[in-house]
């Protein structure tokens, strides 16, 4: 299955998206601000990718003047009804409908993988200001909880992918597979946990691209089997999700310094 269709997939997910996927926590920012050296508030913020708009929400919520970016029509409807003031425009990483230095902070979360960084970083760059900065961070599981590891193999079997070793890259492979190279980079793990009902659980496992290229036919039996497999570990069908944040931030490398 093509990039492209994965990506695509969303759009019929969006209100199960919304309502079922993770946020972030707010030492996430509290990073980019200290890469930043200055406040997010009134800083200008393009959240490209920003999907049904769960990061432009903390972005906005943070005082900072958002505007999101987002190529699918579900999802951008879902951001504009979640978020009736901030902007939601039409584009992606690949093409930013954004004016030259024009922003101080460029986010993506759970989106850098779309696009082609061979035009993506070019486009950031060209649209940032001068000392701005590009964040990309993904939520990755906390695989050293032994259910999270054991449900994580399950999902990766049914879907047909190889399971993650649960070990994340050094720094210095992790800038290079983000593209980054060149740039100064500042990586975090942001360790951080939410407890939501088993219901939300499996719908935020079931809004993953992997598993809605597979239609819902195909994996009912797998949820239920999930559901009853979860019920166990959690009797009371609250459900405690670990996750680790990666967190990459760049900007231009300063004279006399390197990228990490």
Known sequence: ?????????????????????????????????????????????????AGTGIATALLSERGADVIAVEPGDS????????????????????????????????????????????????EALRVLRRRGALAVWWNTHAFDVPWIAAQHERIARHCGVAPRSGLLP???????????????????????????????????????????????????????EERRRIREIFPDEQVEESYVVDLLVAGRARTGSTGT
Not at 11 to 34: F, G, T, W
Not at 194 to 217: K, Q
């Open 75 to 122: 999802m951008a409807a879902q951001c504009r009804q979640a978020l009736p003031d901030v902007p939601v425009v039409r584009g992606d990483g690949n093409a930013l409908p954004l004016a030259d230095a024009s922003h101080d902070l460029i986010t993506y979360a759970q989106s850098w993988q779309w696009t082609d960084t061979g035009r993506s970083v070019p």
């Open 1 to 49: 299955m093509s990039a492209i269709a994965r990506a695509q997939s969303f759009n019929k997910a969006a209100a199960q998206y919304a309502a079922a996927r993770p946020s972030y926590p707010s030492a996430l920012l509290e990073v980019i601000e200290e890469f930043m050296g200055r406040p997010l508030a009134g800083s200008r913020v393009a959240d490209v990718g």
């Open 170 to 224: 050094d720094d210095g492979e992790a800038v290079r597979l983000a593209g980054l190279t060149g740039l100064r980079v500042v990586r975090r793990h942001v360790r951080w946990s939410r407890t939501v009902p088993l219901d939300v659980h499996l719908a935020n496992i079931g809004s993953r691209s992997a598993f809605l290229v597979l239609g819902e036919e195909h994996n009912r039996d797998f949820l239920a």
